[in-house]
């Protein structure tokens, strides 16, 4: 059974400030993606990452895959109140995509 | 375009009644996926399809079924409707990297 695990569950922080979020598994995946989930809406594909070791960076998140291609992590810089949601992983294996638990993240003004 | 459609947007069911949750998407996409997902919890994968005719179990199956006989349509059947499936499901497409997603079905089951 492949299982995806996220880290911290819930993260409050201030404005202005760094966190990072991390995503592990026991299992390999050809990619994994993040998305980010406003209540009452569905998932939105934040970035896929393919390759291991590979970075993304989209303004300031910054997506890394592990070299070994079973974990990730998303690293956001001077957080805003707009990046207040849930941050879920996914890992794509055998044409399934099975999701990690989130990481609820609040940014407070 | 539209994207992912699903409908209704929210259903109460009795138990032991059965419904079906449709899910159409206009992007010519092969995969498409169904989810549920519990309150402040992650996703889990019902089932799946990677193209027209073909469907398989994800990780929480029972008690549903699927069908996808068009590239397009791919709709969730529950039968014998039980207080355990009151969820949220979500249903997604995609080509290569990337899922697009429904607003979502909120269905409670009383």
């Known amino acids: 059974t492949q299982l995806l695990e996220q880290s911290p569950q819930f993260l409050s922080i201030q404005e202005g400030e760094n966190l990072t979020v991390y995503c592990n598994s026991s299992?390999?995946?050809?990619?994994l993606q993040w998305y980010r989930q406003e209540p009452g809406e569905g998932p939105v594909l934040l970035v896929t990452v393919v390759t291991g070791g590979e970075v993304k960076k989209l303004k300031r998140l910054t997506f890394q895959f592990g070299d070994a291609r079973k974990d990730s992590s998303l690293h956001i810089t001077a957080a805003q109140p707009g990046d207040t949601g849930l941050y879920l992983c996914a890992g794509e294996s055998y044409d399934k995509v099975i999701f990690g638990p989130g990481t609820s993240l609040s940014v407070i003004p | 375009n539209a994207g992912v459609t699903q409908t209704p947007k929210f259903r109460i069911l009795k138990i032991g009644q059965s419904m079906t949750l449709q899910c159409t998407q206009d992007?010519?996409?092969?995969?498409m996926y169904w989810y549920r997902q519990d309150p402040g919890m992650g996703l889990k994968l019902i089932y799946y399809s990677v193209g027209a005719g073909i469907t398989d179990k994800g990780e929480v199956p029972n008690g549903y079924n699927v069908s996808r006989s068009t590239t397009e349509d791919f709709p969730l059947r529950l039968e014998l409707a039980a207080p355990s499936q009151t969820s949220v499901y979500f249903c997604?497409?995609?080509?290569?990297?990337?899922?697009?997603f429904g607003s979502g079905t909120r269905l409670t089951v009383v």
């Open positions: 299992s390999v995946f050809s990619s």
């Open positions: 997604a497409s995609s080509y290569i990297e990337g899922a697009t």
């Open positions: 992007m010519n996409h092969n995969y």
